[in-house]
């Protein structure tokens, strides 16, 4: 069973650390900044690949090119260790839980306090996928047909249902009740 509790992040008032700057921190920063590009990020790194610089560079995300140090964790909220180094990562995380801070190493579940699902975003909405850790590539399949088969213009009927919602006077329930039933007709499809 997934007991994962999701939450959307306003990862641009949060400071995230990523520490490794190869291949797999690249996918982590693509994924974070693909959803969230104006995130509050910082690399850590001995070597950075291009597309961490390009990136970077675009997201305005701040590349700091030495060792880990374990005062680069201070005034952080959430880190993502990518290295090729398990003992670092290991490390990493050890520091990181006795600080209390949220931290998810590549590739190792059991070190990770949350996932990095697939996500789909389609102007407004945004859905998220999680198997738990289990099989990010189905995750990134399931992504793919949610891309598919949404509509684009889904966020035009997003900004229609906000306007009549702020034109209902009624109380809370009545605007459930409401909204309910002008679209359940979206299921009927």
Known sequence: M????PIFLKA??????VVGGGNV???KLRYLLKSSP????EVVATYFNDEVKELAKKHQVKLIHRTFQVSDLERRSLVIVA????????????????????VNVADQPELCDFYLGGVVTKGNLKLAISTNGKSPTTAKRLRQLFEEVLPDDIDVLLENLHKYRKTLTMDFEEKVATLNELTEGLLNR
């Open 2 to 5: 997934n007991e994962l509790y």
């Open 12 to 17: 641009q008032s949060v400071p995230i650390l």
């Open 25 to 27: 921190g690249a996918e």
């Open 38 to 41: 104006n995130a509050w990020v």
């Open 83 to 102: 290295t090729d180094d398990a003992l670092l990562n290991l490390g990493i995380h050890a520091v990181c839980r006795k600080r209390q801070l949220l």
